[in-house]
């Protein structure tokens, strides 16, 4: 986690790539981004569920949500954030970080799914595990996708 103009933020430039959060065209110049998702935040006990708001359905997205609030037993707030980049990478603003128990400095786990990244930070206080969370939803996003 760094600070960045807008608060708390995480370069996620392989993650992003491998949820499909971002689309990329080969250049001269290097790769040029074709899409950048628009995403929602949501806020649990340390754990950031990040959703591409155009490839994931409110449903499924819904699901998530219910599932990670169900196992967490939180519910902070939700924001939307989009991919911005960051030198020759990605990075995402994460507003309500501090709501999960992100500080700078932190390295959370990082958990992939198509169209998800699960931001879990085992070191709160807290009954769950917040990385077997994040595997649980990795699991679930997954079983949608299909």
């Known amino acids: 986690m760094k600070h960045s103009a807008d608060g708390l933020a995480l370069q996620i430039t392989k993650a992003a790539r491998a949820a499909d959060l971002v689309?990329?065209?080969?250049?001269?110049?290097?790769?040029t981004p074709t899409y950048r998702a628009e995403t929602r935040v949501h806020a649990f006990a340390g754990l950031l569920l990040v959703v591409d708001?155009?490839?994931?359905?409110?449903?499924?997205?819904a699901e998530l949500?219910?599932?990670?609030?169900?196992?967490?037993?939180?519910?902070?707030q939700s924001m939307t954030a989009k991919v911005q980049?960051?030198?020759n990478g990605y990075q995402l603003q994460l507003p309500p970080a501090a709501?999960?128990?992100?500080?700078?400095?932190?390295r959370p786990a990082l958990r992939?799914?198509?169209?998800?990244?699960?931001?879990?930070?085992?070191?709160?206080?807290g009954r769950v595990r917040p990385t077997r969370v994040a595997e649980d939803l990795v699991t679930i996003r997954r079983d949608q996708a299909d």
């Open 23 to 31: 689309e990329e065209r080969d250049t001269p110049d290097g790769k």
């Open 53 to 61: 708001t155009e490839r994931v359905p409110d449903d499924e997205e």
């Open 65 to 76: 949500v219910a599932a990670t609030a169900r196992d967490t037993q939180t519910a902070y």
């Open 85 to 87: 980049i960051a030198g």
């Open 99 to 106: 709501d999960a128990g992100l500080r700078k400095g932190d």
């Open 112 to 125: 992939i799914a198509p169209g998800v990244l699960v931001i879990a930070n085992d070191d709160i206080d």
